[in-house]
């Protein structure tokens, strides 16, 4: 179910369960990009490092990417100098070109075998409406003293050569088998039930087993926990994405819409409407600039949330971040990602999709729902039975599986996605096979059973 192309062209790297409880020095919650790339980070120090991930490695968000490395992303330059000021337009860049360039380093100096490929990277727009945000763009990077370069194709677009394309799974795997040769453990099948502070560190429940450890490390797509109430600081876009012909070496990004292409070997990547070969979820930080650090200043527990679909470079900047914060260590990125700041003014500009999703959330679906003999073999809808709203899927062969209609994260209603066959929570984003299972959280667990629906006309 939603296999990626990286994940049918890769070898599967499994690893065990936590089945004892144990002792270590710093557990990373979350084996995708981020997670592997800190563990790499951290894997010639002095501490014991587990990396724990409820499913299998890299199954999520890293698996399903479209895996473009580049420091373009999207608006992001002129959003940060609107909101905030050049300067942190500038830190942003200039942690994203260092990104890039370590990644290329880690790549070499490894030698990982991961198709990587050199190419250029354009973002463009075909509507006058939106002339002028590549304009400011255009400026806004040469005054980074970068050469730019265009595309005749389209009426307005910006440029950047030495940008890349790799696989990004191939690229996780080599850093997971350098990292195990340093002996940093990877678990899968392993679930963070809880968290819990203890004075010299953390005891975290894991598969009902207990894991002390000095340092906690959160990297995963969306947070499981409530402290620092990040659920209401993020929230998550979902992608799909298709293999179809390859139009050129070039990776393109339609600035007004959430086109997208990438070349892959003799294929291309693409993001559109009518995208549906597999999808891809992120979250997206309503200050526009993910959380990358402490929780509380001291606390010894770190956050890494909210790549707005720019994950590749940015679990660099974060793996970076977050070890050179556990030696003591500067950097200069620590006050720009930081954990202790939030921008109203940023948040305006996601205002009215903020307040579609809680309204499909709370409000639509308790006045339009539908009777479960309108339900077609195949789709899943919301009905109301004696007063109740009931999740209801129909089947192939007719037969109705019926759930509670909240989400067990925060009891949002949650809807059915028909192109994916999956139940999607509009307000966070949690994700549910067409029965009910658990794909993706923030929620912990799947939807409670209902029992058998009454057909009714």
Not at 264 to 282: F, R
Not at 306 to 324: E, H
Request: with cysteine.
């Amino acid at each position: 179910m939603n296999q990626s192309y990286w994940q049918k062209t890769s070898s599967i790297q499994r690893c065990a369960s936590i089945q004892d409880d144990m002792d270590t020095d710093i557990v990373i919650i979350g084996a995708g990009m981020a997670g592997v790339s800190l563990a790499y980070q951290l894997k010639d120090l002095p501490y014991r490092v587990i990396v724990v991930d409820k499913d299998q490695i890299a199954s999520h968000t890293s698996g399903h990417t479209t895996a473009k490395l580049t420091v373009l992303h999207g608006k992001i330059y002129p959003l940060l100098k609107k909101h905030y000021n050049i300067h942190y337009a500038h830190l942003y860049f200039r942690s994203q070109e260092e990104a890039l360039n370590t990644i290329k380093d880690i790549i070499r100096k490894e030698d990982i075998a991961c198709d990587f490929q050199e190419n250029d990277a354009y973002v463009y727009t075909d509507d006058p409406q939106y002339v002028s945000m590549i304009q400011e763009l255009e400026y806004i990077l040469k005054s980074f003293h970068v050469e730019v370069i265009k595309d005749s194709q389209h009426l307005a677009s910006v440029g950047l050569k030495h940008q890349a394309v790799f696989h990004p799974l191939k690229y996780m795997y080599g850093l997971i088998d350098k990292c195990q040769k340093d002996g940093i453990v990877f678990y899968e099948k392993s679930m963070v039930e809880s968290i819990e502070r203890k004075k010299d560190g953390f005891i975290l429940k894991v598969n009902h087993h207990k894991i002390q450890s000095r340092y906690v490390i959160h990297a995963t797509r969306y947070p499981f926990i409530k402290k620092g109430i990040y659920f209401v600081k993020l929230f998550q876009t979902k992608e799909n994405v298709d293999l179809r012909n390859k139009e050129g070496n070039q990776s393109l990004l339609c600035i007004d819409h959430t086109d997208s292409y990438r070349p892959v070997q003799d294929k291309g990547i693409y993001i559109d409407m009518v995208s549906q070969e597999w999808y891809a979820l992120d979250s997206v930080p309503l200050r526009g600039v993910p959380y990358i650090g402490e929780i509380k200043p001291g606390s010894q527990e770190y956050v890494i949330y909210g790549f707005q679909k720019w994950g590749m470079t940015l679990s660099q900047v974060a793996a970076k971040l977050i070890k050179d914060l556990i030696l003591q260590q500067e950097n200069p990125y620590k006050s720009l990602y930081s954990c202790q700041y939030f921008s109203l003014s940023f948040a305006k500009e996601y205002q009215k999709k903020i307040m579609n999703s809680y309204y499909k959330g709370f409000i639509y679906p308790r006045f339009h729902y539908k009777k479960v003999n309108q339900i077609q073999n195949g789709e899943g809808a919301i009905v109301r039975e004696n007063g109740k709203l009931k999740a209801v899927y129909k089947d192939e062969n007719g037969k109705c599986h019926v759930f509670s209609p909240y989400c067990p994260h925060l009891k949002c209603i949650i809807e059915f996605d028909q192109k994916d066959k999956i139940w999607l929570c509009p307000c966070h984003q949690s994700t549910y096979d067409a029965y009910g299972h658990l794909i993706d959280g923030p929620s912990l667990h799947s939807l409670k059973k209902k029992g058998e629906m009454t057909l009714y006309n």
